[in-house]
């Protein structure tokens, strides 16, 4: 019982944190599964998160959808390629060290959190489709942020945000919107290449999954009256990232 409130509290506070400030929330859930639910597998929790964040992930791309803000024929290009990449990654993941796996993963949080301080670069805007000059690009952007997403079992959206952008010059409202089809995409490679080796906890992933879409739902409500402190808690939150980065390092080297 204890497992399971720990699951459901924390997965709601991954959806919170992502329905509060966006991307950048779900490299939590692995520190969390492993560290505040008590998974021991470093691989099955990297398994298990990833299921987790791909569904939250098509859970908030139906919003996007709804809204118009998705540009399918780029999202639908990137992601492809991504799942090349992720299920290369996964499995090169699945190979690795636990411990060392978790050391890197650190040193990839340290990433995010600096990237989540950076600002956001604006695409050149709304009018943008799908051709020969930009879907190059966009398979080489998406082949290699699916694998460094399949490696971590991360959703990977500070990544795939920027590569959307760099690929076809989409608004920042498009890449936002565009990018939960590969989070989705990359988490699913993920988690079924991993749940094929036996490493997804499935009864701690559904507790998680349903308190992430609590959590997002109420994050996302709150982001709306906390519009205009949004700089200040991506700081906070980037503060977060980086403190766990740097346990994780400590606690692994």
């Avoid at 959190?113 to 950076?118: K, N, Q, S, Y």
């Avoid at 499935?202 to 507790?207: N, T, V």
Wanted: glycine share 18%; aromatic share 8%; net charge positive.
């Amino acid at each position: 019982m204890i497992t399971d409130g720990l699951a459901l509290l924390s997965g709601g506070f991954v959806g919170f944190t992502l329905g509060l400030i966006g991307g950048g929330g779900s490299v939590l859930a692995v520190p969390l599964l492993l560290y505040v639910v008590g998974m021991t597998d470093p691989h099955k929790a990297i398994g298990t998160s990833a299921l987790a964040v791909a569904v939250n992930a098509f859970a908030n791309l139906a919003q996007h959808a709804r809204r118009g803000t998705v540009k399918w024929p780029c999202a639908t290009v990137f992601g492809l390629s991504g799942i090349i990449g992720a299920a290369l990654g996964s499995s090169l993941g699945k190979l690795m060290d636990g411990q060392r796996l978790l050391t890197l993963f650190g040193l990839v949080m340290l990433i995010v959190a600096a990237a989540m301080l950076r600002p956001r670069a604006e695409g050149a805007g709304a009018n943008v489709h799908l051709d020969r000059s930009n879907a190059p690009k966009l398979i080489a952007v998406g082949l290699t942020v699916g694998g460094l997403s399949g490696f971590f079992g991360i959703g990977g959206g500070f990544l795939i945000v920027p590569g959307l952008i760099l690929g076809s010059g989409m608004a920042m409202l498009n890449a936002i919107g565009s990018s939960l089809l590969s989070v989705g995409l990359f988490g699913l490679t993920t988690s079924v290449n991993y749940a094929l080796s036996g490493l997804v906890d499935w009864p701690i992933a559904l507790e998680f999954i349903g308190g992430g879409i609590i959590g997002g739902y109420i994050g996302s409500r709150l982001a709306q009256r906390l519009a205009a402190q949004r700089a200040t808690l991506n700081r906070l939150f980037a503060a977060l990232v980086a403190g766990v980065g740097v346990y994780l390092l400590w606690h692994n080297t």
